[in-house]
């Protein structure tokens, strides 16, 4: 029996690799895989994903599709994985945006804010002194 973090970082490896290679549908966009999560029984794996919008294409309306793209695609995906871990069952994929990037983005964003705000302010401590 494999422990739980190494059976999902192969799961994550492979998913990957497979979405690289395999998948062909446009609604995907750039996707890029962030995490694979198993629950205890290992009958269910919470996939995260990261998505790179189109040109003209909101970051929301990318998002949605890139989820309808993961959803139609589970089946293969899940049959695939099967194969090649040899596992008697495969666990069911469920797709989900990872918020996590676009919550770092926004603290950088709002680093990079503070930090503008610090230069354009005088600098009242050389006068002081």
Not at 98 to 123: C, H, Y
């Amino acid at each position: 029996m494999q422990r739980p973090e190494r059976l999902e970082d192969q799961v994550h490896f492979i998913l990957g690799t497979l979405v690289q290679r395999e998948l062909r549908d446009p609604d995907l966009g750039f996707a890029t895989l962030t995490a694979v999560r198993l629950s205890a029984d290992r009958g269910v794996a919470r996939v995260y994903f990261t998505v790179l919008p189109a040109p003209g294409v909101a970051q929301a309306d990318q998002d949605a599709k890139s989820l309808a793209a993961f959803q139609r695609a589970a089946g293969f995906l899940r049959t695939e994985l099967g194969k090649r871990l040899h596992l008697k069952r495969a666990p069911e994929l469920r797709f989900f945006q990872d918020a996590s990037v676009g919550e770092g983005n926004k603290m950088e964003s709002l680093f990079a804010e503070i930090e503008a705000e610090r230069k354009a302010r005088p600098e009242d401590s050389e006068e002081e002194a």
